[in-house]
């Protein structure tokens, strides 16, 4: 099970579709696949030992100690149950986790909310065309859609990471 850290004083939240079972069982977001957390570090948006990142343990720990107190990050997905793909998620499912993410976007006020895919924000906005980058504004929080972690050249996720960052932190 994962346990989602947010709070105020987030300068990013993240928002996912749904956990893949992998990272359900380890209780880290996006640790069955890690490039999630490889481009984080390559971006600068976190500063830590890539084989760090490569270790579930040490990923638990930096997630759990870390992501929120000192990084000031957030990530919540919009259907908490694991599936092996988001195209398992049923038609409604999402519903709840939309209610669940407006709540915490209002609550905590974080200064971008990034979600995580075109599906991620499709679920969130039921909107079928979707573009990548700046999409306005959640009651305070700037949006920006990113590329998936694990679909296309790195180089353009890396750049659309430290393009929130300099926004987030102001570097």
Not at 90 to 116: D, L, Q, S, T, W
Request: glycine share 8%.
């Amino acid at each position: 099970m994962i346990v989602y850290h947010v709070k105020s004083g987030l300068k990013i939240l993240f928002v996912g579709i749904n956990p893949h079972y992998g990272s359900f069982s380890r209780g880290v977001p996006f640790s069955n696949n890690k490039n999630f957390w490889y481009l984080l570090n390559r971006s600068g948006i976190i500063k830590e030992n890539i084989n760090d990142l490569r270790d579930d343990k040490s990923l638990f720990d930096i997630y759990n100690n870390k992501f929120s107190d000192v990084y000031k990050l957030g990530l919540l997905n919009i259907v908490n149950r694991p599936s092996k793909s988001a195209s398992d998620i049923k038609k409604g499912e999402e519903k709840g986790g939309v209610h669940r993410i407006n709540a915490a976007i209002k609550r905590y006020k974080p200064k971008v909310v990034c979600f995580i895919g075109k599906v991620s924000f499709q679920k969130y906005d039921n909107k079928k065309e979707v573009s990548f980058g700046w999409k306005g504004k959640l009651y305070d929080s700037k949006v920006f859609v990113s590329r998936f972690p694990i679909r296309g050249p790195n180089s353009e996720r890396i750049k659309e990471f430290i393009e929130i960052k300099r926004y987030a932190f102001g570097d």
